[in-house]
């Protein structure tokens, strides 16, 4: 695959669990990291706080892959993600 770093701003009643379980299992076949939170973050980043880098769980880091909710802060997903992420 061309591309190997892929952040999904997930949404709500838009289809984005089906796109963030096809990417999921992208990752899985590809032997990709995938970013989840942090447990104080439950199954959200922090959701409805702003994204920080500080809510992905240290073992998910640097991920390949971030595809749950979260709210959309470039500088930190700059922060976080490889550069080329898509």
Known sequence: PKHMTVAFLKTHKT????VQNILFRFAERHN?????PHPSCEHQFCY?????????????????????HLRFDRAELERLMPPGTV
């Open 15 to 18: 289809a984005g669990t089906t």
């Open 32 to 36: 990709l990291t995938v970013a989840l």
């Open 48 to 68: 409805p706080r702003n994204f920080s880098a500080h809510f992905v769980h240290p073992a998910t880091r640097p991920p390949h892959v971030l595809a749950s």
